[in-house]
């Protein structure tokens, strides 16, 4: 085999450039006939080819034969006839190179290949180009059998074996003189040729050899090799399908004039009224969509929707390889020239999918990729829907440089299907996308989409957004999905809310815990309070996560040791408390742990009770008068209305004896006021610029470019200050102005400061400055009570 081999591809080397193909692997079957058939390859590309080989010392009693085919098989053009790519003679070989194709024996008994649906299509191809051989061109094939049938890689078959086709019209004809010298001429031979010659031919009409031929050929693809001509004779059936037997047996009747014609046996395999018996055997699903696929393209709407159904039903019938190569072109070029919009689209992709990836890169990307830019919605909808089953094939190249610019137009388009689509399609092609196309262009368009006026719209960019999070640019990642998140969170569309909730759940880890406390958990905790219960389950769920990633992370920070209590006293103040002043510390961190506000409207009322039970002052008697004019101006600035923010620092009212006083333990506590402009103050927010108002209130939404435009997260607006509540600034100032002038209290078991005397006092003063204390207690109340944070 080697030698042999090595011979032809010297021979091939020898023709130079006459003949460019190289003869690879011999191919084995049926040894009846006079070629060598070997699989090859175009030089200048590789292309696969099939190369017949004629040896000409060694059979050239047949040359006659090897040239005829030659000459007919250049000559003759049918689509049923193998097509003949080049021929080369020398005088030692004669070569045909034509298109590659196997022998029809090779693959006759796969029936996983050939079953009989795929041999009666095979069947009808080859009656139909012996009927165009025999009536329109006149002619005699006179070789009919399984080595001259050969099966192309769309699984098509094709009729060769031209060695003695002969016209009536040809001036030698070739099949009187030699036909006896095709090898096993004689057991193929019709009885009246066998009995009386090749001779008897000229007598009759010429389709009658072929007539029978053709039954001989159904024999054998049914039940295989026909060795006797009483074998076609038998009354038995065998594999030969029931509707087919009875033409079967006109095909191979022994007299010559009641023999039928191949073209009686395609008029009856098409016929199937009733009138006909064993009629329309070739009324099959495949045979007519391999008639109609060629004229796909000029079809109608309704005749190209009708092939379609009946295509994808009987789809699986059809070898894979003719679906591969012969279905599937046409399909190509009537989608991108003819036509037939998303239904051939997905018949298309449904066919690539058992295509590998180097011919799916051949056979279809190049056309999906143009479509792309199509102006018909209703093909970019089915290839953004289509999307997932070939994106494999596309290169990240091909994707950032031809798919996704042609994708952005959708993101504005005027059909909401087109804009819902384009979102849903940034999921399957972002792991293709570059860093650039991500962060610029792609977010820049999704801005758009969540302010787009389509609320499912909104809501599937959200939905999105949480998806390719992993996928955003480290730098603006944070930035944009707080953004974004927090602007759903305020949408007035109930399942818009919802996927921003369970967005910022599946993406709690990409958040610091920084920004979970103090940027995220104000937004989410209003949703707590949502009128719609879905919203007030998921954010106790989403609150939940949130602070479970603050509590470990706090977990983990080291000890504030540095922090002084509110009661203890500073080291400015004069002299140095005792150490049962220390007991009072102690015994006050409980309190100080408290909320601010509650400790500093507490300690006012702590420390008089100390006075009246008799505790020392700590403070001198020019501190205390310090205090008075600073507790003034700070009360005179709360009359004014700024009723909001407590005063910058507050100390305790001195007493009318110089010697005794309140027992001031903590240093001026100070207060900042509420910035109405904070984003992320503690202010209500009925909404912002994005055009959604808080907790689904209604609101038009508006249009924003870009996340980009945002340095800082989009908040709640501030509400407005209320008025001053129920007192005049009138009557307030008064008020405070009468707690500026404390009285005299005298206490029996007060405790006096070193070297001051004991005051002296009654029981009707200490009734009258314990009345005074619960009248500044009711002051500080009334300011807490009008401030807006409920305080």
């Known amino acids: 085999m080697d030698f042999l081999k090595s011979a032809i591809t010297s021979i091939a080397a020898k023709a130079g450039s006459a003949f460019p193909y190289t003869p690879g692997d011999k191919v084995e079957f049926r040894n009846d006939t006079i070629w060598n058939i070997y699989h090859g390859t175009r030089r200048s590309d590789n292309t ?15 040359l006659t034969l090897a040239r005829n085919a030659t000459k007919k098989l250049r000559t003759l053009r049918f689509p049923g006839v193998i097509k003949v790519l080049d021929t080369y003679e020398s005088d030692s070989v004669i070569y045909i190179a034509t298109e590659h194709v196997v022998p029809l024996d090779v693959a006759i008994h796969n029936r996983e290949v050939l079953n009989n649906e795929v041999i009666k299509w095979g069947l009808y191809s080859i009656a139909n180009t012996v009927k165009f051989i025999n009536v329109d061109a006149s002619s005699i094939h006179g070789n009919i059998r399984q080595s001259s049938i050969f099966i192309t890689d769309s699984g098509e078959w094709k009729l060769s074996g031209f060695e003695v086709l002969t016209s009536t019209k040809d001036e030698e004809p070739v099949i009187y003189t030699f036909g006896g010298l095709v090898p096993e001429a ?13 001779d008897i031919l000229k007598k009759q009409p010429h389709h009658l050899l072929d007539s029978w031929l053709f039954g001989v050929l159904i024999y054998e693809c049914f039940n295989g090799k026909v060795t006797t001509s009483d074998q076609l004779q038998s009354s038995m059936r065998k594999q030969i399908p029931p509707e087919l037997f009875g033409p079967f047996k006109k095909l191979v009747q022994q007299v010559p004039r009641q023999r039928a014609s191949v073209k009686q046996f395609i008029d009856v395999g098409r016929d199937d009224s009733k009138a006909t018996p064993g009629g329309g055997f070739f009324r099959t699903d495949m045979i007519a969509l391999s008639e109609s696929i060629d004229n796909l393209s000029v079809q109608s709407d309704y005749e190209r929707e009708v092939f379609l159904k009946e295509l994808q039903r009987v789809r699986d019938k059809f070898p894979p390889s003719y679906l591969r190569l012969k279905v599937l072109p046409e399909l190509v070029k009537c989608f991108e020239f003819g036509g037939g919009g998303p239904k051939i689209l997905a018949v298309m992709l449904d066919i690539s999918q058992h295509m590998s990836p180097e011919e799916c890169q051949i056979a279809v990307v190049p056309t999906i990729i143009k479509m792309f830019s199509s102006t018909d919605r209703a093909i970019r909808i089915a290839l953004l829907e289509s999307l997932p089953k070939f994106i494999e094939s596309l290169s990240s190249k091909v994707v950032n440089e031809k798919v996704f610019p042609d994708m952005l137009t ?5 059909a909401p299907a087109v804009r819902e689509q384009t979102v849903k399609a940034v999921l399957v092609v972002i792991s293709k996308l570059n860093d650039r196309n991500i962060n610029n262009d792609l977010l820049r368009h999704l801005a758009k989409t969540q302010n787009d006026e389509q609320p499912g719209i909104r809501t599937n960019t959200t939905i999105c957004l949480g998806k390719i999070a992993n996928n955003l640019g480290p730098h603006t990642r944070s930035r944009v999905l707080i953004t974004a998140f927090t602007r759903s969170l305020r949408d007035p569309f109930v399942h818009a809310r919802n996927a921003a909730l369970m967005a910022l759940a599946a ?21 707590l309070l949502d009128r719609e219960k879905l919203i007030r389950t998921q954010a106790h769920k989403t609150v939940e996560i949130y602070l479970a990633k603050v509590n470990t992370h706090a977990a983990t920070m080291p000890d504030a040791g540095s922090a002084q209590p ?13 150490p049962q002043d220390n007991a009072a510390h102690n015994s006050g961190e409980a309190s100080w742990a408290g909320w601010a506000i509650n400790g500093f409207t507490k300690r006012l009322g702590v420390d008089d009770e100390a006075q009246y039970h008799g505790v020392p002052s700590l403070t001198t008697s ?5 205090t008075d ?10 009359s004014a209305g700024n009723i909001l923010s407590p005063p910058s620092s507050v100390t305790r009212p001195s007493s009318a004896s110089s010697s005794l006083g309140f027992a001031t333990t ?14 992320f103050g503690w202010g209500g927010f009925d909404g912002d610029n994005d055009g959604f108002a808080a907790n689904g209130r209604t609101a038009a939404p508006t249009e924003e470019d870009d996340w980009a435009a945002f340095d800082e997260p989009v908040g709640r607006v501030s509400a407005p200050a209320k008025p001053a509540a129920k007192a005049t600034p009138a009557v307030r100032t008064a008020r405070v102005s009468s707690a500026q002038s404390p009285p005299t209290k005298t206490a029996s078991t007060s405790r006096t400061a070193p070297g001051a005397k004991k005051p002296t006092g009654t029981k009707s003063h200490s009734i009258a400055a314990h009345k005074e204390l619960k009248k500044k207690e009711s002051l500080f109340a009334d300011t807490g009570a009008n401030d807006d944070d409920g305080w």
């Open 410 to 414: 959708g993101f504005t388009d005027i």
């Open 666 to 679: 903590d240093v001026a506590v100070k207060f900042e006021p509420v910035d109405d402009n904070d984003d």
């Open 507 to 527: 993406t709690v880890d990409l958040f610091s815990a920084e920004d979970c406390c103090n940027k995220l958990l104000p937004e989410v905790c209003p949703s």
């Open 622 to 626: 020019s501190e205390r008068e310090s």
């Open 629 to 638: 004019s600073s507790i003034s101006s700070a009360t005179a600035t709360k």
């Open 566 to 578: 509110l009661n203890s006293a500073p080291a400015s103040l004069s002299g140095t408390p005792k």
């Open 186 to 198: 004689g057991r193929y031979a019709s009885p009246e040729v066998a009995k009386s010659g090749w």
């Open 48 to 62: 696969p080819c099939t190369i017949f080989e004629f040896d000409i010392n060694a059979q050239r009693s047949r």
